[in-house]
């Protein structure tokens, strides 16, 4: 079942290049493409250009206790100009994680707080009619920031929402006759409060999909809520985070995650990952009737780059197996909706990507 499920893998364990009897289990990399030199060079750009990673971490861990799984996908975010969906309980450092962050990297941060009566002129600004000289002057809107925490967004109904994913989408906001590009780099972390639906306007999933990842926030651990307890439990102003790292230095770690290496092997593995989350071949895997629709190619490109982003915050000049495996949730629940029959019976997009990983070979 599961080669009829993955055809592209069982073609590559009968590759001549393959060692047989390997199965799923392969030999090192293949370096032949690249000579020892550029494989030199890519791991000396990779240190330099990561130095600062652990500091941000250090100091992010000054003021923020655990949520160090949100602090990597913002990270991944940073590296890969993408954006986060954020789904969880109020009170769980959502609006402090991304202050924090923009005090370490010296970056402008705005709050957004969606209610039912917005109007986009709030988000993206408006033309101004000035009474001296009988002309129009642009107010920018708080969209011009570096980074953007957008508040329980499904608050705000459709034309408000557009308005900002279309500014996720374009980088850019037009205000009459001008376009405005927006600052880089530029982050949206929109939040979902999955407790309440009345008076909310859910997103379409045509318009979740422009979210890169979806990341579900739980609670602290014990150990975690005593250091909370110990941290916050008082009255006197908040530590300040220092500045640790500039803008510019995160564009330039851009351009170094997009030259990481990826093998062969692990770019059909992520295309299988994505396939078998279509209903044709999600059949193949034993799910048939649970999905209703799988990832888009925008998925695959996602997967691609945040593992590419995963390698360099682990400070690697190439891509592995477990990078893609380790993004691949939060790359795809947002992306795979179940059937009726699915949500019956209790099944989620979470377990169906789960048991796709988990049944598809590794290379």
């Not at 032949?32 to 494989?39: A, Y």
């Not at 790292?245 to 990952?273: G, M, P, Q, W």
């Amino acid at each position: 079942m599961n080669q009829k499920a993955a055809p592209p893998l069982g073609e590559r364990a009968l590759d001549p290049k393959s060692q047989p009897g390997q199965g799923a289990i392969s030999e090192p990399r293949v370096v032949s493409p690249r000579s020892v030199s550029e494989m030199r060079a890519s791991r000396e750009m990779v240190t330099e250009n990561s130095d600062w990673i652990r500091p941000l971490r250090e100091e992010m861990g000054r003021v923020i206790v655990g949520q160090t799984h949100l602090l990597d996908r913002l990270l991944i975010a940073l590296l890969t100009n993408g954006h986060v969906l954020l789904e969880g309980v109020p009170g769980l450092a959502k609006t402090l994680t991304l202050k924090t962050l923009a005090h370490c990297i010296s970056l402008r941060f705005k709050r957004l707080q969606f209610t039912p009566d917005m109007l986009p002129a709030d988000i993206v600004g408006t033309m101004i009619y000035s009474p001296q000289d009988g002309a129009f002057r642009t107010k920018q809107g708080p969209i011009f920031s570096n980074l953007i925490l957008a508040d329980e967004i499904n608050r705000a109904p459709a034309k408000v929402q557009s308005a900002l994913l279309e500014a996720m989408q374009e980088r850019q906001v037009t205000l009459g006759d001008e376009t405005y590009p927006l600052p880089a780099p530029f982050l949206v972390l929109a939040t979902q409060n999955p407790l309440e639906q009345e008076g909310t306007y859910p997103l379409p999933e045509a318009q979740v999909d422009r979210f890169m990842m979806k990341v579900i926030v739980d609670y602290p651990t014990r150990t975690e809520e005593r250091a909370i307890l110990d941290a916050m439990a008082t009255t006197e102003p908040m530590i300040v985070p220092r500045t640790v790292v500039s803008a510019s230095h995160v564009i330039e770690a851009r351009h170094v995650v997009n030259t990481l290496f990826v093998d062969d092997k692990v770019r059909d593995y992520i295309v299988d990952i994505v396939l078998a989350t279509r209903p044709p071949i999600a059949a193949g895997l034993k799910l048939d009737g649970y999905v209703q629709t799988g990832a888009s190619p925008r998925a695959t490109i996602a997967l691609t780059l945040a593992a590419r982003a995963m390698a360099f915050l682990n400070g690697r000049h190439f891509v592995t197996p477990q990078d893609v495996k380790t993004v691949a949730m939060d790359v795809l629940r947002h992306r795979v909706s179940v059937t009726y029959e699915a949500e019956a019976e209790n099944v989620t997009p979470e377990n169906i990507i789960e048991k796709i990983l988990n049944m598809l070979p590794v290379p």
